[in-house]
């Protein structure tokens, strides 16, 4: 099992940033991916962003691209999503997630979930 606590979320204006952290603990090396989903009211779940574990390979949805970005430190089993020139539509639940890469890329699947983080973004 794997646990996740995300942390970061409020409210900002547009154009501003936040940084949104998650903090993995239990078996995290069953997985090799860790990464940010989003969902808003009303919307289906959107994939945000992933990273590995060894490599640091990350890929993003393109409706982030160039705007967020995700790193991570393993010292600390800790995930980041830096997002910057934020907008309205970015307002949304932002759940940490872990799993396979692959499978987040491709189709959007992971094996565990956080409790997700309240990010609201005025106009």
């Known amino acids: 099992q794997v646990q996740l606590v995300e942390s970061g979320g409020g409210l900002v204006q547009a154009g501003g940033s936040l940084r949104l952290s998650c903090v993995a603990s239990?078996?995290?090396?069953?997985?090799?991916?860790m990464g940010w989903f989003r969902q808003a009211p009303g919307k289906e779940r959107e994939f945000v962003a992933v990273i590995t574990w060894s490599g640091g390979t990350t890929y993003y949805g393109d409706s982030v691209k160039g705007r967020f970005t995700i790193s991570r430190d393993n010292a600390k089993n800790t995930v980041f999503l830096q997002m910057n020139s934020l907008r309205p539509e970015d307002t949304a639940v932002y759940y940490c997630?872990?799993?396979?890469?692959?499978?987040?890329?491709?189709?959007?699947?992971?094996?565990?979930r956080g409790q997700g983080t309240q990010v609201t973004v005025s106009s």
């Open positions: 997630a872990a799993g396979a890469y692959g499978s987040m890329v491709r189709s959007s699947r992971f094996d565990y």
């Open positions: 239990g078996s995290i090396f069953s997985t090799n991916g």
